[in-house]
């Protein structure tokens, strides 16, 4: 099982942010030219906030608010679950299932940010992971 720090050292990219001051058309025009469901909401280099799907659905849309008038601050989420980085894949995804969210930041232990793993993220390594010991269970069964 790996941990998030070595799954994000296998796919190195910077994690998407935009400022909570930006309008959340901004952000959506960023998620969609990503195809992500998520972006962070950084402040002077710092997690202020996350911006989802679900936060535009359930806190824009649903009270009529204008994407290109509303900021990404009147409706992002400000209280972010994270994981760190030496936590397993497994931890993240009990974390995920549990609180019902879809991305997670990693955050060091200056509480900067290294990466967001998604869900999508967790479950192709789980089914990586899955079929690496199915084929070594067939290799041992068939010697």
Excluded: C, N, W
Excluded at 53 to 59: L, P, Q, T, W
Excluded at 87 to 102: G, H, I, K, N
């Amino acid at each position: 099982m790996k941990t998030l720090k070595q799954l994000l050292d296998e796919r190195p990219r910077e994690p998407l942010a935009v400022s909570p001051d930006d309008s959340v058309f901004s952000a959506l025009e960023l998620m969609a030219k990503h195809d992500v469901g998520a972006v962070l909401a950084m402040r002077d280099g710092r997690l202020a906030g996350i911006f989802s799907e679900r936060d535009y659905a359930r806190k824009g849309i649903l009270f009529g608010k204008s994407s290109k008038e509303t900021l990404v601050r009147e409706i992002m989420t400000e209280k972010v679950l994270y994981v760190r980085p030496e936590q397993t894949t497994d931890d993240a995804m009990a974390l995920m299932t549990e609180r019902r969210v879809r991305h997670l930041p990693v955050l060091d232990t200056d509480q900067r940010v290294i990466g967001v793993v998604s869900i999508g993220d967790l479950v192709k390594e789980t089914i990586s992971e899955q079929a690496f010991l199915i084929q070594q269970l067939e290799q041992y069964i068939a010697s």
